[in-house]
């Protein structure tokens, strides 16, 4: 009787293995191939939810895609060579969907049932694996000690490096070496000099998200006015960021002149930048605040935001230039710091300028990032940055948004900004985070304070209670 029970039983094992075999094998034979240049798709899916598929979708072909929250699709199909038409609809079932062509910018796919309207949930490509946390190779951040006798020249020199970047007001430098042998020689001989405070690596930022998904029929309401200070504090919002653009005749009045930190680069006057779109919303949240006050009257403000580009010509910043942008941005007046970017990269020299920057009492406010992690994203990571994470249209955490314990506060992920006539849909924590700025410059002209001081109530108005104990 026993050997037949134990006979029994594993016959039931070898069978839920066989099942969960067959399951794995499906799951890793599950495909989706579109080839871009023939418009023809093949697929092999099982079972894949709706979202799923999206993303799927977003990445193969690079469109902006958009779902009705509602919508809910289970796909199960297998086909080979259709043409793109024919294959969404043997993929979306009975679902809706409108696909509209773009010129100069991604083509926009909205899935849904009821109505296109109600497409409102941006479905992203999954994330890409994250290299910003490698530093850049052979650079080394280099900090002399006050009063140093050396001359940075001299020491490049006998290093055989070159000075690439300079911030003379910090004592600090960013050297470039021939090859890894010649980086690794340099560390020792720096770590033996008595004149050298300290070294550092420098790492990437990753690129900005994309602000060229452009809106039909919306329109900013931004309704500021400038005027001139009447205060003992000027409020200046520093951003650190992309180049920036004109923000047109009625806006620019509360831009000051840009600071180049990385090449004097002049963007497309026809392509919309993220520093740009992020300086626009940060009036939004001025804006904002204001509105909420009841001790200011209207909408005039002296507050300016002190763009400084720290990209240039390049898709990606660094440690060292968004660093260098800060000081700068400090230098001309910023007493709110707004860093609408990051990566993984823990920079201790950067870290360091904002440990001096917030002992100012100079807040700063950072994105926390578009992935929906739990890892740190830096500079928002450190203790002494504000890290704002972003909502949705119904104020819940955004699907995008990272979720980690460093976060502060919660801020609205979206925001339609104006460029040339036209209106553009701007997303991500990197706008939360100038909303949450603006909010904080906003507050503390309406109070006549300086920022540090609205900060606190800031922070929780905007906590993510749901996110931290």
């Known amino acids: 009787m026993q050997s037949t029970r134990k006979h029994w039983l594993a016959m039931v094992l070898f069978s839920v293995l066989l099942l969960c075999g067959a399951a794995n094998l499906r799951a890793a ?18 079972a894949w939810p709706l979202p799923r598929l999206l993303e799927k979708v977003a990445a193969a072909t690079g469109w902006q895609v958009y779902l009705e929250p ?36 991604p083509s926009r796919l909205y899935v849904f049932r009821t109505s296109l309207q109600q497409a409102t949930r941006r479905i992203r490509a999954p994330a890409k694996a994250d290299t910003t946390a490698t530093p850049i190779p052979n650079q080394i951040v280099v900090t002399l000690k006050p009063g140093s006798k050396t001359k940075i020249e001299d020491l490049a020199r006998m290093l055989g490096a070159k000075i690439i970047r300079r911030m003379d007001d910090k004592n600090s430098y960013l050297l470039q070496f021939e090859d890894a ?35 039909d029929g919306a329109t900013p309401d931004l309704q500021l006015k400038p005027k001139d200070n009447d205060g003992n504090c000027q409020l200046v919002i520093g951003m650190p960021d992309t180049p920036f653009q004109s923000l ?10 840009v600071i180049h930190v990385a090449g004097n680069y002049q963007p497309p006057a026809t392509q919309l930048t993220h520093g740009t779109a992020m300086a626009e919303t940060a009036l939004k949240g001025i804006q904002q605040a204001m509105m909420k006050s009841a001790s200011t009257n209207g909408t005039a403000t002296s507050i300016k935001i002190q763009p400084v580009d720290v990209y240039g010509a390049s898709e990606t910043t660094t440690t060292f230039d968004v660093a260098n942008g800060i000081v700068q941005a400090v230098n001309n007046g910023a007493n709110v710091i707004n860093l609408s970017l990051g990566g993984s990269g823990d920079s201790q020299f950067l870290h360091n300028i904002i440990i001096q920057v917030t002992q100012q009492g100079i807040p700063i406010y950072a994105a926390a990032g578009n992935e929906p992690v739990t890892t740190p994203t830096y500079p928002a990571a450190y203790p002494e940055v504000v890290a704002v994470t972003a909502s949705d249209q119904s104020g819940k955490l955004a699907d995008y948004a990272n979720r980690g314990s460093f976060i502060d506060m919660i801020a609205p992920g979206d925001n339609v900004v104006g460029f040339n006539g036209q209106s553009y849909l701007v997303e991500g924590t990197s706008t939360s985070t100038a909303i949450a700025s603006g909010l904080a410059a906003g507050f503390a002209y309406s109070a006549g304070a300086c920022a540090d001081q609205a900060q606190s109530l800031l922070q929780k108005a905007l906590k993510p209670a749901s996110l931290k104990p």
């Open 70 to 105: 509602s919508a809910s699709h289970e796909v199960s199909v297998k086909f080979k060579d259709l043409p793109s038409g024919q294959a969404l609809r043997s993929l979306l079932g009975d679902l809706n969907f409108v696909m509209i062509p773009e010129t100069n910018a």
């Open 29 to 46: 034979a599950d495909s989706l191939v579109w080839h871009k240049q023939q418009e023809r798709v093949d697929a092999d899916i099982h």
């Open 248 to 257: 047109g005749s009625n806006l620019d009045a509360f831009m000051k002149p």
């Open 181 to 215: 042998a010649a980086t690794d020689y340099a560390r020792t001989q720096l770590a033996d000099n008595p004149d050298v405070q300290s070294t550092d690596s420098n790492y990437a930022f990753a690129p900005p998200p994309n602000v060229d998904f452009p809106l």
